[in-house]
C-alpha cells in the first residue's frame, strides 16, 4: 500500500435497511472481486431497526422465537455471533482488497478496533480491549461490536459503533453470544451525544489507521438507491 491510496466513500444520512446495504456491500466486493487493483470503497450508515445473525452464529442466544422475530431478522455471511442495529449507532462497512492491508484478518480487526478506540480518546475516553474478544469496551461495557466476512480477501461488513441509540433492542439476545457482558452507548458518558457529531471522527480515525484518502464517488460509481 501506498501513501494516500484512497477509497470511495458511499455516505447514508437516513436509516438504511439491512438488505438494501448487503446489497450495496456485494455490489461493491463484486466489482472488487473482478478488479482486484480497482478502487476500495466505504460505507457509512446507520440501520432500520434489526437483528443479525453471523454464518455459524447460534439461535440460542435469540431470547425469542426466530419464526417471529419482534424485528427484521437477517442471518449474513460474517462473523460472529447476534448483534443488533438501530438509529444512533455508527456502522462503517470497508469493501476493502486485504491483500493491500496484510491479508491477515486478525490484523484486520485489531486495525478496526483501533480505529473505535482512537475515536474514544478524542471524546477523553479510554476504549478497551478484552483479551480473546473482539469488539471495544469502556468500563466494563460494550460499545463496538465487529463481525466481517471476506472472500478472496475482499472484505465485507465491518463495525457497529452505539453512539446514542435505544439499547432497550439488546435485552431481546445474548449481544455477540457473550451473557453477563453489558452493553454500553457513549451518550451514557457524553450526554446529548449524537451520532451525527462522530461521522466525521469515525472516518478521519478509519482514514489514519488503514492510510487512506476518502474521495466521493464518480457518476459511474453510484450505488442504486444510496
Same mark, same amino acid.
Given at each position: ?49 434489526? @437483528? ?40 462503517? @462497512? ?13 490484523? @484486520? ?118
Amino acid at each position: 500500500m501506498t501513501l494516500n491510496d484512497s477509497a470511495i466513500l458511499f455516505e447514508a444520512r437516513r436509516p438504511v435497511s439491512f438488505p438494501r446495504a448487503w446489497v450495496w456491500q456485494r455490489t461493491l466486493r463484486d466489482r472488487l472481486l473482478r478488479d482486484p487493483d480497482g478502487p476500495e470503497a466505504v460505507l457509512l450508515l446507520e440501520h432500520e431497526p434489526c @437483528y443479525t445473525l453471523g454464518r455459524g452464529a447460534s439461535e440460542a442466544h435469540l431470547r425469542f422465537d426466530p419464526r417471529r422475530p419482534p424485528l427484521p431478522l437477517h442471518r449474513i455471511d460474517r462473523g460472529g455471533e447476534v448483534t443488533h442495529h438501530r438509529p444512533g449507532q455508527l456502522v462503517l @462497512y470497508p469493501v476493502l482488497n486485504l491483500r493491500r492491508h496484510g491479508a491477515d484478518l486478525h490484523r @484486520y480487526l485489531r486495525s478496526l478496533e483501533a480505529v473505535v478506540i482512537a475515536v474514544l480518546a478524542g471524546l477523553d475516553l479510554r476504549g478497551e480491549r478484552i483479551e480473546g474478544l473482539t469488539g471495544v469496551w469502556l468500563e466494563g461495557a460494550k460499545v463496538a461490536a465487529l463481525g466481517v466476512g471476506a472472500k478472496r480477501w475482499i472484505s465485507q461488513h465491518g463495525l457497529a459503533l452505539n453512539v446514542c441509540c435505544d439499547l432497550e433492542g439488546f435485552a431481546a439476545i445474548v449481544p455477540c453470544g457473550l451473557a453477563g457482558r453489558r452493553v454500553g452507548r457513549l451518550s451514557d458518558w457524553r450526554p446529548g451525544l449524537e451520532a451525527e457529531a462522530l461521522r466525521r471522527p469515525l472516518l478521519a480515525a478509519f482514514r489514519q489507521e488503514f492510510n487512506l484518502s476518502l474521495r466521493p464517488p464518480e457518476p459511474t460509481e453510484t450505488l442504486s438507491g444510496l
